[in-house]
């Protein structure tokens, strides 16, 4: 076809596919058909009859092998598009009525109901074929749709639907992006061979040759792209490119999915999971590494692998690529947030609620993140009067954060008053894991100002649903671990002091108070360290500690339990974590403190427990 010999040639192909071709075997007809398919000659030689005539010879085979008639028009798609959907959709329903377990037949459907945005047809068609879709793109479809919540929660099945798609295809979408490349750069090679060689045509050269320099530059770029653009090989290569690439995004997800599971395991097994994540996503950087979603996540890994360094590079470099855009800087934050990191979310929220100006809608929303991240309750305040005041989990919070300031002020019945209006406007809002978290606090609150064990029993229950929903939500966990060592405090302390007349809560800081002697001390240590809410809370320590290994908060909660356990193997490893935290902060030196490696930090500690003691003996007295 690219030859004198052009006409001879292109009567022979017309002959050959107007007939012999047709009865050919299925696969030397679908081999036959995917090579005609690359050349841009070859193309223009089916015609609608032609169509026709192979639109009949599909629907034939599909009486007797289906399969076969589907794998023909896969291959005659790029040749005659149109009249090709419509025969597949007739073979595909026809095999799905015969055969609802058919595979082939339900992805091939599946995919249509993606195109026509129809969710629920879709779920109908794949849940019956589950466990069979492998390489299937029905299986990417139907891991999109476990994923999205409509069908319930199921991350493990996700990975087993998405996991032999990926396995499949990934390296097949590797090697087709490479060649896709490959194939760009030897094409741009033969345009400029091409045009060094005079190939543009005599009246591009006379305007070359007249033009400007910064002209010229314009007219090379031009006619280049122009090339690239009509070259058979780039095209051919696109089209391969595209039909794989989905994987691409889908290993992605699988990846952030694996993350999202490993944050529940511990151990060995947790770090494998980490590992595998990465490794995923590692495999996927080629063509994602630049892309925001995949750096969030990877410095993500970073941190949950004692990598803090490279996982704050990469959220540095995103926070650097998205200087103006409120939207990517405060994801970035909520990255940090998410790896124990509040200082640097703060900072972010703040730089994107600056970068969000003029676009209220997201100011507002980035205000309520910054508020969840306050220092105080003024600040807290602050931030959430300039949130969507018509939202009543915003008023709800609004009112709890002016019943702290009511608190502080000693007004304890405006503070209860403000409290059991937020209660009563987080009634008003859908219920979610935000709304039972902040609602626990505010039961927290009213209990330490009501002494209502009812409302302490409230605490905990919303906290303990909230992390049945998010079970590995780092906040979420920290906050259960304090409100179950409340309650185990309550426990022990109940009948022998009534803490809520001191407006104090009730922690092993008490028990020196009641105890006369060593042994009576230690018992009460016991009994706290006894109860089911403590045993609870060891769990989700050791879990926190892995989630944000940096975090201050988690360290100091961990610490505390230790050392009234006495176990000075755990309390080692728990020291040992001490060198990577900033000193600059309070909670930090709280930590550190319990080291006494300094001789001056040992003789104020001595001073305070001597204190401590005389006041525990004035109060038993």
């Not at 009949?56 to 008639?69: M, S, Y």
């Not at 176990?567 to 550190?592: F, M, N, V, W």
């Amino acid at each position: 076809l690219h030859t004198p010999e052009q006409a001879a040639a292109r009567s022979a192909l017309v002959a050959l596919i107007s007939d012999p071709l047709r009865q050919a075997p299925t696969p030397a007809l679908v081999a036959s058909l995917e090579l005609l398919a690359n050349d841009e000659a070859t193309v223009s030689m089916f015609v609608p009859a032609q169509d026709e005539a192979w639109v009949n010879v599909c629907l034939e085979r599909a009486k007797g092998a289906p399969e076969e008639a589907l794998a023909i028009l896969d291959a005659l798609e790029p040749l005659a598009e149109n009249e090709v959907r419509a025969t597949r959709e007739q073979i595909l329903v026809q095999l799905n009525e015969q055969d609802p377990t058919n595979a082939i037949a339900a992805s091939g459907l599946a995919l249509l109901c993606e195109q026509r945005k129809q969710p629920d047809k879709a779920w109908a068609l794949l849940k019956p074929v589950r466990g069979k879709l492998g390489a299937l793109e029905g299986a990417r479809i139907l891991g999109a749709l476990l994923l999205s919540g409509r069908f319930g929660s199921d991350l493990p099945g996700v990975v087993a639907v998405w996991a032999p798609y990926v396995d499949a295809k990934l390296p097949e979408a590797n090697r087709a992006q490479l060649a896709y490349s490959g194939t760009i750069d030897r094409a741009r090679d033969r345009a400029f061979a091409r045009l060094n060689n005079k190939g543009a045509g005599e009246s591009w050269y006379r305007s070359y040759n007249a033009a400007p320099t910064d002209r010229r530059n314009k007219m090379v770029s031009e006619w280049i792209r122009k090339a690239l653009e009509a070259d058979a090989e780039i095209k051919q290569a696109e089209r391969r490119w595209s039909k794989v690439s989905p994987v691409v995004d889908v290993a992605l997800e699988l990846a952030i999915v694996r993350l999202t599971l490993a944050q529940g395991l511990v151990g060995e097994e947790r770090t494998q999971a980490l590992v595998g994540a990465e490794k995923l996503l590692t495999q996927v950087q080629s063509s994602q590494g630049e892309s925001k979603r995949f750096k969030l996540n990877m410095a993500k890994v970073h941190y949950w692998l004692d990598r803090p360094e490279k996982g704050k590079l990469l959220l540095a470099e995103l926070e650097e690529g998205y200087a103006k855009d409120g939207e990517a800087l405060v994801e970035v934050g909520r990255a940090y947030r998410h790896v124990g990191q509040d200082t640097e979310a703060r900072r972010l929220s703040e730089k994107a609620y600056e970068a969000a100006l003029g676009n209220d809608a997201l100011r507002k929303n980035v205000a309520g993140f910054r508020a969840v991240l306050s220092k105080d309750a003024d600040d807290e305040l602050k931030w959430l009067e300039r949130t969507d005041q018509s939202d009543p989990q915003t008023r709800a919070s609004l009112a709890s954060s002016k019943g702290r300031l009511a608190e502080r002020r000693g007004d304890l019945k405006a503070a209860s008053q403000h409290y059991a209006l937020s209660i009563q406007e987080y009634g008003k809002a859908t219920e979610s894991v935000a709304l039972l978290n902040n609602r626990a606090l505010i039961y927290r609150a009213l209990w330490r100002l009501e002494g209502q064990r009812a409302h302490l029993v409230k605490h905990v229950d919303d906290l303990r649903r909230a992390v049945v929903l998010e079970p590995s939500h780092p906040i979420l966990l920290l906050n259960l671990v304090n409100a179950l060592h409340l309650d185990a405090g309550h426990q022990v302390l109940t009948g022998k002091l009534e803490v809520g007349q001191t407006k104090q809560l009730p922690s092993p800081g008490h028990f020196w108070i009641l105890a006369d002697d060593d042994a009576t001390y230690q018992a009460l240590c016991e009994a706290y360290l006894g109860t089911q809410s403590l045993q609870e809370c060891d769990a989700l320590l050791r879990k926190l500690l892995l989630l944000m290994p940096g975090s201050q908060s988690a360290l100091t909660e961990y610490l505390g339990q230790v050392t009234l356990s006495n176990d000075l193997g755990e309390h080692q490893k728990i020291l040992s974590l001490i060198p990577k935290l900033d000193l600059s902060d309070y909670s930090a030196r709280t930590i550190a403190s319990y080291r006494l490696d300094d001789p001056k930090e040992k003789a104020q500690h001595a001073g305070r427990l001597k204190n401590a003691l005389e006041l525990a003996n004035a109060l038993s007295a």
